[in-house]
């Protein structure tokens, strides 16, 4: 008698068969359980995973190119158009809005399906088309932006509009990498690819930095968008033209609206997911780490030029973005290569977001103390480097938990996340006015960071909680 072996870890919801389109046939249609069988593993191989990670690289590079342009040409840009500080203020903080708003539809349209009845099986929309569609649409928003302030009566309305867009924009992007790499990487490569295109962050910050301050000087503000909107539009069309084949970038309302039976399952099961104490606890620990890290990234400067004014501002502004990024890709191989060696999912992903949370906020309460400027330079290194360990840990976590919707699920965990970090932000200054010490703003920073790692330790897992247990039996089928 041949049994035909259930499901394991890596079962894959791209491309499943489902019985129940047949009621009269107890055991399926023949030759259904076979074609499953057969594409249960949809699993990019590694050479191909390879061209992706440089690609989503790439990508992510880029969109931090294009999301810190503003930030670096706010003050010429303020001189051009008399803004003052509150109105320059606006202008940078309505990114944030849009970027909070789109984070759960973009993981909603990559997680998407829909059910082809010629084949009896269900194909997603994909992570790839979402992040081909938005790359395109916010690198021609950054291209089109010193036209927008030119010609508009009001440029203060127009880049507060073009940048809210442009959060709307790039919300999708983070979401969509989730859903793509639940469903096209194993679980035993999933933290280095998500820890090598995390990187991706830090180096368009350190590419935009130094390259885009150039530009400011030589060229004028406007090339910094013109260059860094073209390039994002050019990477969109390689990537559609070599990655994809031509194949059309259109994501149709029919294939948003026509999910097959496992997108109405998954329908009926949010309200038990967000039950399960692992989700709310990779939820919780995302928007902790989130918040941190928001706090840290917009505090750090001032810390520096109020504490050390004589200071060189590329010193502080330069080096733990430089050390970020080999952490980030440390940890990614670390957590790999002992998933690989057969330790348990659950413990490795608790061990990441420990360095990450715990070992890190050594660092933080380091910086409470009177220290000097290189010994704060590194303990900033240190808490940035540690932190990106979270891309092994927190991140990727949520596709153990839920590769058939990890796109939307990540999306909700971003949401929370930047809620969160634009309050904790405000809520650091009142602390810093209040006091008087950066010691306050390091304290609550550590606080929160130990909040989230002992509920992250005490019910993170890295089972599949997707799935109705119900449904498993049917994929043992008996011949």
């Known amino acids: 008698m041949a049994v035909i072996q259930k499901h394991g870890k890596n079962y894959g919801p791209d491309l499943v068969c489902h019985k129940e389109n047949h009621p009269a046939d107890k055991i399926g249609v023949p030759g259904c359980h076979k074609k499953w069988a057969e594409h249960n593993n949809n699993n990019w191989p590694r050479p191909v995973a390879r061209v992706w990670t ?64 010629s084949s009896l099986c269900v194909h997603r929309v994909g992570g790839e088309k979402v992040l081909l569609l938005s790359a395109a649409a916010w690198g021609s928003m950054t291209a089109f932006t010193p036209i927008l302030a030119h010609f508009c009566s009001q440029p203060i309305f127009s880049m507060t509009l073009a940048r809210f867009l442009m959060g709307l924009l790039q919300g999708v992007h983070y979401p969509s990498l989730a859903s793509l790499c639940s469903q096209k990487v194993v679980e035993s490569e999933r933290g280095f690819l998500m820890s090598t295109v995390g990187s991706g962050s830090y180096l368009g910050t350190l590419v935009i930095g130094g390259a885009g301050s150039l530009m400011l000087d030589l060229y004028g503000w406007e090339s910094v968008f013109y260059v860094s909107g073209l390039l994002a539009v050019m990477w969109a069309y390689c990537m559609w033209k070599y ?14 609206g026509s999910g097959g039976p496992q997108s109405k399952v998954t329908k009926r099961h949010w309200l038990r997911l967000f039950k399960q104490p692992a989700v709310c606890a990779v939820i919780i620990t995302h928007l902790c780490t989130a918040s941190t890290f928001f706090t840290l990234l917009s505090w750090l400067p001032t810390f520096f030029k109020d ?23 440390f940890s990614g191989y670390l957590s790999d290569h002992l998933i690989s060696k057969g330790f348990d999912t659950t413990s490795v992903r608790k061990l990441m977001q420990f360095f990450s949370m715990g070992i890190s906020s050594v ?81 609550l920073i550590t606080a929160v960071n130990l909040l989230g790692l002992c509920i992250f330790l005490a019910f993170a897992e890295a089972r599949r909680v997707d799935i109705d247990p119900s449904k498993i039996r049917h994929h043992n089928i008996h011949i």
């Not at 504490?307 to 080999?326: E, M, Q, S």
């Not at 699920?409 to 209040?434: D, H, K, P, Q, R």
């Open 54 to 117: 440089v690609v989503l690289l790439l990508g992510t590079c880029l969109l931090y190119c294009a999301r810190v342009a503003m930030p670096i040409c706010a003050v010429s840009m303020a001189e051009k158009f008399n803004w003052s500080k509150k109105e320059s203020g606006m202008v940078l903080g309505s990114f944030f809005w849009g970027y909070c708003f789109t984070q759960v539809f973009g993981g909603y349209v990559s997680d998407r399906l829909k059910f082809m009845p």
């Open 363 to 443: 660092f933080t309460l380091l910086l409470c103390g009177n220290t000097t400027f290189p010994w704060a330079t590194a303990f900033v290194s240190a808490t940035m480097g540690l932190t990106t360990f979270s891309h092994s840990g927190v991140s990727v976590n949520v596709q153990d938990l839920a590769p058939s919707c990890a796109g939307a699920l990540f999306g909700v965990m971003n949401t929370c996340g930047a809620f969160s970090g634009v309050l904790m932000v405000y809520f650091s200054g009142y602390l810093i006015e209040s006091t008087g010490s950066w010691g306050s703003m390091f304290g």
């Open 243 to 256: 990655l994809l084949k031509g194949e059309g970038p259109i994501i149709t309302l029919e294939s948003l």
């Open 307 to 329: 504490t050390f004014p004589d200071a060189k501002g590329w010193v502080f502004n330069v080096i733990p973005w430089l050390v970020a990024i080999p952490s980030s890709l």
